[in-house]
């Protein structure tokens, strides 16, 4: 049976070239990287080379580039260790959205019961933060505003360069999660401005298990974990070489192909656009179409016209064996409706009928073709038009 993975924004497949340039620091050069012998030593070499890298594809200096063991460690070190340093200047008040992922409003809530207020704001129909939304939201108490880069449900590219302004001017520090854009999107930290940005592997055909916190130079923040003193102090717990490694290989590739593939994937997203326009008359798009990720189109079935279970629409695409999401990976398989397309005025049941088709390397016009014709002889089979 033919096979089509288009989950890419959950995950990507490891690249050949990375699990190449990995494999000699699992098998020969498995050092300590905090050990003073020959072995540690080449460890600490090939971990200190990839956050080089690392940080010159971010316009970081490497002493602001932190391993972590992906975006949701990052997301939380941020945010926790943010909003606990500024408590000690009397700041206990968070600026976020309400698209972020559940990492940022996780902590966000945990943070809600130990002292501090949180304010999300909304987004518009396309699932994009108003800057000047931000700036009525902060207060004379805000710490941190925390906006993700781009949303990894509708792919809403947001204007953080004019976010963090606003909010630095303020006295606020800026965090960014921008686990979907880093090498998918050109940019550095400085032309975002931001002082903490989060970043994961897995996303860009690296390895699952490694992500990063950039801190920019001079920012307090109070560490989650405690132990040794890797990480400069910042991250204890014995490094891991092979997934840094695979983290730099990964992000380079991804990077040397970025503009390239953007422009492949870009097309393929329109024509798919097109053909399940033609082909269904009660679908709807969600999120916007000029500032938006190239691989990622977000469709609902429109409640009004068409009765269709969202659950019995995604299990039978995987018989079809086209995998698909109707949202966040951590929310699927749960029946609830995804608090992105809620936020972007969605109705519940619309929600529930929302298929997100995130496009990768292997995708090809072909699959596309496929898709489009399966998806029409289930929503047939399963859809109850009004
Ligand atoms: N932030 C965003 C926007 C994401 O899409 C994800 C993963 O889906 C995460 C954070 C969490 O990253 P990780 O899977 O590396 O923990």
């Known amino acids: 049976m033919k096979s089509v993975y288009l989950d890419h924004t959950a995950t990507t497949p490891l690249d050949q070239r990375v699990f190449e340039a ?51 460690e990052a997301d939380n070190s941020a945010v926790k260790g943010a909003a606990w340093s500024m408590r000690e200047k009397g700041k206990n008040h968070i600026v976020t959205s309400a698209i972020e992922h559940h990492a940022i409003l996780e902590s966000c809530l ?33 710490g941190v505003v925390t906006i993700m880069h781009a949303n990894n449900e509708v792919g809403s590219v947001q204007p953080i360069a004019a976010i963090a302004r606003i909010a630095r001017e303020r006295g606020s520090l800026v965090h960014t999660d921008a686990v979907q854009t880093f090498c998918r999107l050109p940019f550095t930290v400085d032309e975002l401005g931001v002082d903490l940005l989060s970043a994961s592997a897995h996303k860009l055909y690296g390895p699952k298990g490694i992500g990063l916190l950039y801190i920019r130079k001079g920012t307090r923040l109070e560490r989650l974990m405690h132990g040794g003193g890797q990480e400069r102090g910042r991250r204890a717990g014995t490094e891991n070489v092979p997934l840094a490694v695979g983290f730099a290989a990964a992000a380079e590739y991804a990077v040397a192909e970025m503009e390239k593939e953007s422009i492949r994937l870009r097309g393929l997203k329109n024509r798919l656009r097109v053909m399940l326009s033609e082909r269904f008359t009660s679908i709807l798009l969600n999120g916007s179409h000029e500032r938006s990720l190239p691989h990622i189109l977000n469709v609902s079935f429109d409640s009004r016209a068409i009765d269709i279970d969202g659950e019995a629409l995604l299990f039978n695409l995987d018989l079809a064996g086209i995998a698909v999401t109707s949202g966040s990976a951590c929310t699927s398989g749960s029946i609830e409706p995804s608090h992105v397309l809620l936020a972007m005025g969605r109705d519940e049941q619309t929600c529930r009928a929302t298929i997100r088709f995130s496009l990768g390397r292997s995708t090809t016009e072909e699959d596309l073709v496929y898709v489009v014709g399966r998806l029409g002889e289930i929503v047939e089979r399963i859809g109850k038009v009004r």
């Open 22 to 72: 990995m494999k000699p620091y699992y098998l020969e050069q498995f050092g300590n990287a905090s050990s003073i012998h020959e072995f540690g030593r080449r460890a600490r070499a090939a971990l200190d080379e990839s956050r080089d890298r690392l940080a010159r594809l971010l316009g970081a200096s490497s002493s602001e580039v932190f391993f972590v063991s992906g975006g949701t």
């Open 110 to 142: 945990f943070l809600s019961s130990h002292g501090c207020e949180t304010t999300a704001v909304s987004v518009d129909a396309d699932g994009k933060v108003d800057p000047a939304e931000v700036e009525m939201a902060m207060r004379p108490q805000t």
